[in-house]
């Protein structure tokens, strides 16, 4: 959703939620629950029952009911909390966290963590995050306060222990339940949605974006980032490889933009850990060399997609096709969030604008040194 420059606020505390806002919970709340109901002859499914943003208490009686589980919300909590436990270790943090959490530290903006989980569950979680952990002046948890999310409870009392008037403060939500009660504490929220099939449910919230690469802190009155150059931003250099395969054919027939796409249940988890958008980087073809490349990881809403997956677009003009080549990429960089177009011309209109960023781009020093990786060149 767009914010209206109106309704820009001077913001001066951050309060961020945990799980699946900061943190990338959900892979392993999947596989415990996967491993958990099998023991009972059932199946997880994870699009079927929400517990996004529920405490334990809540999402154990929640399971409880909806796989018709004979035994009681307590016994459930009882077998499931150490399986969960000997899992914190394994949660990563989501795309841009620790950027988004070391810039505002470096700019002194005072930021609270407010999860729903338990204090000791959070402060397990995050100790094996250094760059999170002493990042907070207040954090709390659900069982520290009496009414959890979606009450306003636990945000009005960590805007009163960071000091702060709620309506100075901006809170970044994931789920449902955390929108509600950050709008009905008198707070801007900013959600970032875990699961996309929901978005036009957070319609309450000041701002909707699709991952934290896309926070603007000025648009709330805070301190700009200064890391986007020539409209790109750097991320964690990401290599993939394999052998090219036939896409969903549209690329060439219908955009006029030919895909080198790559088998994704190879890449199934690192997808899953990126975020949705448009990035760039060098692609490698065997036999043939290095080239520059866009790519789209997500859904591409203008085709609803089913599955999440990765499309690169070698920017160079090939003769024939290379179904069946070796191709490996560098992903080096982030362009923009996935988006909607009213038309087939518009899309293709940013996709090539995009192909004209990641070219220009690429020539930087801070770009161009990937081309020399030994994991391209060995191919080309
Ligand atoms: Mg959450």
């Known amino acids: 959703m767009a914010m209206t420059n109106s309704l820009k606020k001077s913001i001066s505390h951050v309060i961020f939620d945990l799980d699946d806002t900061l943190l990338k919970t959900d892979d392993i709340v999947n596989k415990v629950l996967k491993v ?16 996004v943003g529920k405490t334990p208490l809540e999402a154990a009686a929640s399971l409880v009911d909806h796989y018709e589980l004979q035994c009681s919300t307590q016994d459930l909590l009882s077998e499931i909390t150490p399986m969960f436990s000997c899992q914190w270790h394994n949660i990563k943090a989501l795309p841009g966290a620790y950027r988004l959490i070391k810039h505002f530290v470096s700019c002194d903006v ?4 407010a999860s729903n989980s338990p204090r000791s569950d959070i402060e397990s979680k995050i100790s094996y995050h250094k760059e999170l952990k002493d ?5 709390i948890g659900g069982d520290e306060v009496k009414n959890a999310k979606p009450s306003p409870e636990i945000f009005l009392e960590a805007a009163k222990r960071l000091n702060s008037d709620p309506s100075r403060c901006l809170v970044v939500e994931d789920s449902i339940p955390g929108v509600i009660s950050g709008k009905a504490a008198g707070m ?21 974006i699709n991952s934290l690469f896309d926070f603007d802190p000025e648009r709330w009155g805070l301190p700009s980032f200064s890391d986007w150059i020539e409209k790109t931003l750097p991320t964690k250099p990401w290599f993939i490889g394999g052998p090219v395969i036939k896409g969903f054919g549209r690329g060439s ?19 899953s850990e990126m975020s949705s958008g448009v990035y760039f980087g060098w692609a490698s073809l065997s036999n043939k060399g290095i080239y520059k490349m866009v790519m789209s990881v997500g859904w ?7 599955e ?7 920017l160079h003009e090939f003769k024939e096709d290379f179904y069946g080549d070796e191709l490996r990429l560098a992903v080096i960089g982030y362009i923009r969030p996935e988006a909607n ?37 060995s191919l080309a």
């Open 341 to 377: 177009f009213p038309t087939l011309e518009s899309l293709i209109a940013r996709i090539r604008e995009d192909g004209r960023i990641a070219e220009k781009a690429l020539d930087l020093p801070l770009y161009a040194t990937y081309k020399e990786e030994e994991f391209l060149n």
């Open 36 to 51: 958990y109901l099998n023991k009972y002859g059932k199946e997880w499914n994870s699009k079927g029952l929400q517990i």
């Open 300 to 306: 591409n809403p203008y085709f609803d997609n089913t």
């Open 308 to 314: 999440k997956t990765m499309e690169p677009w070698l």
């Open 188 to 208: 801007q929220v900013l959600a970032v949605p875990s699961h996309r099939e929901k978005v036009e449910l957070f319609g309450s919230a000041d701002e909707v």
């Open 110 to 113: 005072p930021m609270a963590l």
């Open 135 to 139: 990042s907070f002046s207040v954090i």
């Open 253 to 271: 027939k219908l955009l006029g933009i030919p895909t080198a796409n790559l088998a994704v249940d190879k890449f199934s988890d690192e997808i």
